[in-house]
C-alpha cells in the first residue's frame, strides 16, 4: 500500500503539469486497480484477526442459568454446542444482551415446574441448548428448550386485546406468522409481571438488536415439546452490500441481502385487490408499496412508459415489491450505526459516506415496509 500511494503521488504531480493530465488516465485506471486489490486483501487479513470463539459469550451462562433456575425452582440442565464457532468481535459482544433476555425468558415462563412437566410425561429436569454453527457466511446461534412451547392462541387474544390486530386477520394468519407478534412491543407471553419478564419490551429490544446487526430472528415452537429462537447473524460489521436508489428526490441505500430481484413491471402487470396494490412473481401474488410513500416523501413518480422500477425483497415477513424512481449503483461500504438522538429511529440501519462525500442513510428494510 505504501508503494501504491507513493506511485499515487507520482501520478497527482504528473497530472499537475501544464497540458499533462490527458496522459494520465489509464495509469490512474491501473492504480486504482491495485489499491482496489490490496485494501481486499487488508480488509480479509483485518476480519480474520477480529474473529473470536462464541464461546466468550456463552462462557458467561452456566452459572446464570444455575443460580436462576435454584431461584425458580425448576431443574435445568444446559447444553452449549459449537462454541468454537467464531464470528467478528463485535457481533459476538452484542449477542450477550439479546441471548441474556432469551434465556431468562425461556427459565422464567418457557420452561416448566416440576410438576406441570411430570403431567405431561416430561422428566422433572428440563433442556435448555445454546448452539451455534455457520451456514453460507453467516453466523447462526439458537436457543432452544423442551418447556411448554408458546401459546399461539392465547398471543393471538391478546393481541386483538391491545388492538394490535384485527380478529379477521389473525384468524388469516398462519401460525408461524402468528408467532412473530410476540416480537410486539408491549405484547408479553407472560401472565404476570414480574422482576424477571412480563412487561412485553423484551422480545421487541431483541429484535431491534439483531437487526441493527444486520440480522434476523425466527421462532419454531410446538405446543408442550418446546421453543428454538434463531439468530441469523452476519459474520463481520466490516462491509454491507449494498445498492443505491431514489425515492422522492432523495437517495438511500438498500441492502442487497434482502433484494430478491429488480425488474421492470408494465402497468398492465399491476392489479388492485382490495386496498392494496399487487402484482404476479413466480406464481405468487406480491403486494407493491411505493417507497416516496412509507417514507412520507409526497406522492409517487409519474408513470413511465416503460413501467415501474421495482425491488422484489423478500424479508422474514414474506415477499414485498418496493416501487422505486431509480436505481443506482452498488457498492460495499462501512456501515456507521446511528447514534445520539437518532439511534432509536427503527427506519434505518446506519448512515455511509459516499465517494463524493455525502451521507446515505442505509434502510432497514424489515422496519419500513407494512
Do not use: C
Not at 132 to 145: K, P, S, T, Y
Not at 278 to 284: I, P
Amino acid at each position: 500500500m505504501i508503494v501504491a500511494k507513493n506511485s499515487l503521488g507520482w501520478l497527482a504531480g504528473r497530472a499537475a503539469r501544464p497540458a499533462g493530465s490527458g496522459d494520465v488516465v489509464r495509469p490512474l485506471q491501473d492504480l486504482h486497480a491495485t489499491m482496489d486489490r490490496l485494501v481486499r486483501d487488508m480488509h480479509d487479513a483485518v476480519v480474520r484477526i477480529r474473529m473470536v470463539p462464541v464461546g466468550q459469550v456463552f462462557d458467561r451462562f452456566p452459572r446464570f442459568v444455575r443460580d436462576l433456575s435454584l431461584r425458580l425452582g425448576k431443574p435445568v440442565d444446559l447444553v452449549i454446542e459449537g462454541e468454537g464457532t467464531s464470528a467478528d468481535k463485535t457481533v459476538v459482544e452484542a449477542l450477550y444482551e439479546p441471548l441474556l433476555h432469551l434465556v431468562r425468558n425461556s427459565l422464567d415462563h418457557g420452561i416448566e415446574s416440576p410438576e406441570e412437566r411430570r403431567r405431561h410425561a416430561k422428566p422433572d429436569r428440563a433442556t435448555l441448548t445454546l448452539r451455534a454453527f455457520h451456514a453460507n457466511d453467516r453466523i447462526v446461534v439458537e436457543i432452544g428448550d423442551d418447556g411448554r412451547g408458546i401459546d399461539i392462541a392465547g398471543i393471538g387474544r391478546k393481541a386483538v386485546q391491545a388492538d394490535v390486530i384485527g380478529e379477521a386477520d389473525l384468524a388469516a394468519m398462519e401460525d408461524a406468522e402468528a408467532t412473530r407478534l410476540i416480537f410486539t412491543p408491549g405484547l408479553s407471553t407472560a401472565d404476570e409481571t414480574s422482576d424477571l419478564s412480563g412487561r412485553g419490551m423484551g422480545m421487541f429490544a431483541v429484535r431491534m438488536a439483531i437487526e441493527r446487526l444486520g440480522g434476523g430472528i425466527a421462532v419454531e415452537t410446538a405446543r408442550h415439546r418446546g421453543t428454538t429462537i434463531r439468530l441469523e447473524l452476519p459474520l463481520t460489521l466490516a462491509l454491507l452490500r449494498i445498492v443505491t436508489v431514489e425515492a422522492g428526490g432523495r437517495r438511500f441505500g438498500v441492502p442487497l441481502d434482502g433484494v430478491a430481484e429488480t425488474i421492470r413491471l408494465p402497468d398492465d402487470r399491476v392489479q388492485r385487490i382490495k386496498a392494496q396494490t399487487a402484482f404476479a412473481w413466480r406464481d405468487q401474488v406480491v403486494p407493491l408499496h411505493s417507497l416516496a410513500r412509507l417514507l412520507d416523501l409526497g406522492d409517487d413518480a409519474p408513470s413511465r412508459p416503460e413501467g415501474r422500477m421495482v425491488l422484489v425483497i423478500e424479508t422474514d415477513g414474506g415477499v414485498f415489491g418496493l416501487e422505486i424512481d431509480g436505481i443506482g449503483e452498488r457498492l460495499e461500504m462501512v456501515l456507521r450505526p446511528m447514534d445520539g438522538v437518532l439511534a432509536d429511529i427503527p427506519a434505518y440501519l446506519g448512515t455511509t459516506l459516499l465517494g463524493d462525500g455525502r451521507v446515505l442513510l442505509i434502510l432497514n428494510l424489515k422496519e419500513i415496509l407494512p
